[in-house]
């Protein structure tokens, strides 16, 4: 998708009220209805509305700042612009012929609201995954100004209740037709919607009340976690607005994979190689663990793919442990010496069938060749 910004012609600290002056302008002009047979302008005129439909919503806004466009991506900012709401979020028939459809409704933009949330990934090694670890992450939220403190005002003395809407942002508009008496409200032109006059903005956050900035926060991962398990940290998100609660940080968990060991859930398992001769007459082998190694008996005449069960000892939660499992796969010798050679033809010899014991593999096999 295009930079909204760059589709609207506007610069990243615009304001709300910048938004949308500039969404009015460009939507009269390329207006299908204006602009009939001309491909471009339809073109030109989603883009106008998948823009808008971003920057018009402030929690959408900072996932764009935050994250960028890939975000958005396969449909992920919400209806591609054209939804049941109007245009891009945006109602320009109601705007355009005022504001008809928001008949009745009434706003409340001094309510406190709540801030954004944010998403973070945080790659763990294999072992970190298993027995925990603390962690810093690197995360950038948008916090209060601290130059103005949150008013977006230079001098706070100076920002005053709209005397036109009252502080509501809304004008309530009443007119007789022909159907009775009809109330409509539209957004206030003195302020902008915002419910307040700013008579000199503030020189760091341009009269938003907030600013980014970039803040390690310390994760403390337990032991056992899973690939994309999330971890919640309340009121580690983007600022609350008007008193509003801070936003919360969620931490996807991403978790390497190992060369040797694997996992499922708190069990662990892995391929153990031994020699033909512990397969065939048995021996002790060194058993890894996540912590050791481990005596381990393998009894004789055990085949490639046998598994053995280590209770205990796999991945460690809260709840319970988890086993580990190895499977047997026995090693071919080659490059043997000629004594070896003849060693293993006078085995043969006495043991009648180097592959006897595959001739059961072959019996079952014998209904797909008849």
């Known amino acids: 998708m295009k930079n909204p910004y760059e589709v609207l012609e506007i610069g990243q600290d615009a304001s709300s009220a910048d938004i949308k002056k500039a969404y009015r302008k460009l939507a009269k002009k390329y207006h299908p209805d204006l602009n009939p047979d001309d491909e471009t302008a339809t073109v030109k005129f989603q883009e106008i509305n998948e823009a808008y439909e971003i920057l018009s919503d402030p929690q959408k806004k900072r996932r764009y700042d935050t994250y960028g466009s890939a975000v958005f991506e396969n449909g992920a900012a919400g209806s591609g612009g054209f939804s049941s709401q109007g245009f891009g979020g945006f109602d320009i028939f109601g705007d355009f ?34 027995f925990g670890i603390k962690k810093e992450v690197q995360v950038r939220r948008e916090v209060e100004c601290e130059t103005c403190h949150g008013s977006g005002a230079k001098d706070s003395s100076k920002k005053h209740t709209c005397d036109k809407c009252h502080g509501t942002g809304v004008i309530n508009n009443i007119s007789q037709t022909p159907f009775g008496t009809v109330s409509r409200q539209t957004t206030c032109d003195k302020c902008h919607g915002e419910g307040e006059i700013i008579e000199e903005k503030c020189d760091v956050c341009h009269g938003q009340g907030r600013v980014y900035k970039s803040e390690k926060i310390k994760v403390d991962v337990p032991s056992g976690v899973e690939n994309d398990s999330v971890i919640r940290i309340v009121g580690k998100g983007h600022a609350g607005v008007n008193g509003g609660p801070f936003g919360d940080l969620y931490i996807i968990l991403k978790i390497e994979d190992h060369e040797i060991f694997k996992r499922d859930g708190l069990d662990i398992y892995y391929e153990m190689p031994i020699s033909f001769q512990t397969a065939t007459l048995g021996g002790n082998i060194d058993i890894p663990t996540l912590t050791t190694t481990q005596e381990y ?44 050679k003849e060693k293993l033809k006078e085995f043969a010899k006495v043991s009648g069938d180097v592959v006897k014991e595959d001739k059961n593999f072959f019996e079952k096999l014998k209904d797909l060749f008849d």
Not at 310 to 322: D, H, M, V
Request: proline share 4%; hydrophobic share 25%.
């Open 97 to 130: 012929f005022g504001d008809i459809f928001n008949q009745g409704r009434s706003q409340n933009i001094k309510r406190p609201r709540k801030g954004g949330d944010i998403q973070q990934v945080l790659n763990l090694s294999f072992k970190e995954a298993c």
């Open 297 to 340: 008996h393998i009894p004789e005449g055990t085949q490639t793919g046998t598994r053995f069960k280590l209770k205990n000892e796999g991945i460690k939660s809260n709840k319970r442990q988890g086993d580990l499992y190895f499977y047997v796969k026995v090693i071919t010798p080659t490059n043997l010496s000629k004594e070896q």
